[in-house]
């Protein structure tokens, strides 16, 4: 994600939120479990089950933009870590008429955005199979922070945005980062309306009155990366070559009143082109862009088709939210307290981009930020330990992360460091991560103790001294 009005890195710094939340030490790898309820984040411990995992999510969705009314199924195939007698998915607002679990009706009950299933019997442990059906006018979810995501309509129709949580205003879902699944959408629209989603266009077949855009994304996705955008857009069809040889398809929507996007169309290959020298193979089998008026205030790195409220050729989200495919989409974070693993990373990237491209160096961004009075919000919560929700997306996860790269770079040398990047996107490709995996990567590949290093930048609040 990148706040619109967060693109100078010094208005950030500077920003105070007035809230100072100071948390206990935690270890690293601390996090696991233990604090957590029925899910498994630590942060929002209502959200998501942990005793399942989801394969697959197979969501049709019919949609009248007009009165914004949805009519859908959604087909789910989980896996049962044990014996369940009940199990929870995350779904908020809409009516639900059915529910199937392996082919047979069951029993479910609603408690806020809590579905709970209770299948006649129980489940065993293993495979099984949901089907929901479900209807209503879908809604906009209201962050801690006080930021728009769910369903957002727009002047000609909706775009479904989901960090942290929006993805159950639209889908059933086990709705937690740490379970990553693969998605069909079945998309029916009027004729004359586009949808798009994540992945690769599989059929677009028009039934007279109504338009069916089928989209499937088989590299396995978090559900805060799911989207759609619905409306009348302009349609753009390209591809490019990837390091690796391969082809990449890109769809790119933007809205006919949102601008000329034309410029970030032509700089997506050069900058996932960039990126992969860095990085390593672009992680997907799609790419793209979605420019839309929702006017949510940012950008968002929904997989393999970020979302823009809109976007220029100078615009760093295009660089913020395309490195995110590596870092946060392909290599995800399983808490959200370890966001700072996908906005540092990205936050990061933007500086390399930066300092390839006539601007300011990696180090001269790290210094203007090290300027930061040991009072600013930068230093405080440290990345890792914020406790209010209102601080997922604060300054010091952001640039206080980068920092923390920066600072890395710096102990362990640049071949070193770039090292530890690459391993990290490619040993971790469509997997979920912990910070303590990557403390013990870094100190593997540079063969230095850096536990010391990691704790000062991302755990310890206020300003660290020396660097
Ligand atoms: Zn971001």
Redesign the pocket.
Known sequence: ??RRLGLSLATLALASTGVVALAPPAAYAAQAGSEAGAGGDTLFPRQGDARYQVWSYDVSLDYTPVTNRLTATTRIVAVAARDLGRFDLDLEGLDVSRVLVDGEQAAFSRDGHELTVRPDGGLDRGRFTVRVDYAGEPQEHIDADGSTEGWVRTADGATALGEPVGTMTWIPSNNTPGDKARYTFRLTVPTGYEATANGVLVSQRDEGLTTTWTWRADDPMATYLAMVSIGQFDVFESQTESVDGRTIPIWSFTDVTGGDAAAARRLLPKVIAFQERLFGPYPFDAAGLVVDDADVGYAL?TQTRPFYPSVGAADGALV??TA?QWF?DSVTLVDWHDIWL??GF??YAEWLWDARHGGDTAQEHFDDLYATPASGALWRPAPTEFTDAADLFGSPV?NRGAMTLHALRKEVGGDDFFRIVRLWAQRNEDGSVRTAQLVRLAERVSGRALSPLFRTWLEKAGKPAGY
């Open positions: 994600m990148l790195e913020h939210e995110h946060g996908a906005e990205a936050t952001y």
